[in-house]
């Protein structure tokens, strides 16, 4: 159900891929041990749900502001690959979730490279 009081960025497809991956990483994090709950699980929350934010924040920016912000997005984006490299290592998720995350911050990183192009061609 889509709400009445709509941002304009949510409507961003890359948005709304980050937003489906912090979801699927949420479920991911249940599995890991308590030990973590200051650590990786910690680490693996924030940067993947950083994704989303960093894009719905600088959305009302200036265009430079905006890059900066997705700048940011790739960065937390490309830590993940990290975090979930580590959980796997970890035995905390299956190959086929981290493989999962792998696509899903694969495409997002293009998404956010052709939304960086289309802000710096204007």
Not at 67 to 78: E, G, V
Not at 110 to 122: A, D, F, G, R
């Amino acid at each position: 159900m889509k709400s009445k009081y709509h941002f304009n960025f949510e409507d961003l497809k890359v948005y709304q891929k980050a937003m489906d991956f912090g979801e699927i990483v949420y479920h991911q994090i249940s599995k890991f041990p308590k030990i973590e709950d200051y650590r990786l699980s910690s680490q693996f929350a924030r940067a993947s749900d950083s994704i989303a934010f960093n894009i719905a924040e600088g959305s009302g920016s200036s265009d430079a502001s905006f890059l900066n912000y997705l700048r940011i997005a790739r960065d937390r984006s490309r830590e993940f690959v990290s975090a979930t490299t580590k959980a796997y290592k970890r035995n905390y998720i299956t190959f086929d979730e981290y493989e999962t995350n792998r696509v899903f911050l694969v495409e997002i990183n293009k998404m956010l490279s052709v939304l960086k192009k289309h802000l710096e061609s204007k």
